[in-house]
């Protein structure tokens, strides 16, 4: 397993632009899948981007596509969510995760390792 910690989180207007980065230990990080997942009050916790160990293919949900980017350094053993044109319902605990040789599928049950949270509030 790896240990995940999370930053970059904050408060911030609507249209405006966050990074989040996830730096994980180790020196396997890159035979993991990597996923941000994110969580608001009241709702179930849903993947909002995920990042291929093998081809670094990408999968968004539908509501962000086109506003947020997943990307990778294997170098840093570290992920990053690039977050633009945030809106209100984009306010929630965003927790990155990781899945050793995880499926290009990203399938939650996949993800063995969290981390703790890093907080995203937008205001309208």
């Known amino acids: 397993q790896v240990q995940l910690v999370e930053s970059g989180g904050g408060l911030v207007q609507a249209g405006g632009s966050l990074r989040l980065s996830c730096a994980a230990s180790g020196r396997t990080f890159s035979t993991y899948s990597m996923g941000w997942f994110r969580q608001a009050p009241g709702k179930e916790r849903e993947l909002v981007a995920g990042i291929s160990w093998s081809d670094r293919s990408t999968y968004y949900e539908d509501s962000v596509k086109g506003r947020f980017t997943i990307s990778r350094d294997n170098a840093k053993n570290t992920v990053y969510l690039q977050m633009n044109s945030l809106k209100p319902e984009d306010t929630a605990v965003y927790y990155c995760?990781?899945?050793?040789?995880?499926?290009?599928?990203?399938?939650?049950?996949?993800?063995?390792?969290w981390g703790q949270g890093t907080q995203v509030t937008v205001s309208s």
């Open positions: 995760a990781a899945a050793r040789y995880g499926r290009s599928t990203f399938p939650s049950r996949d993800f063995g390792s």
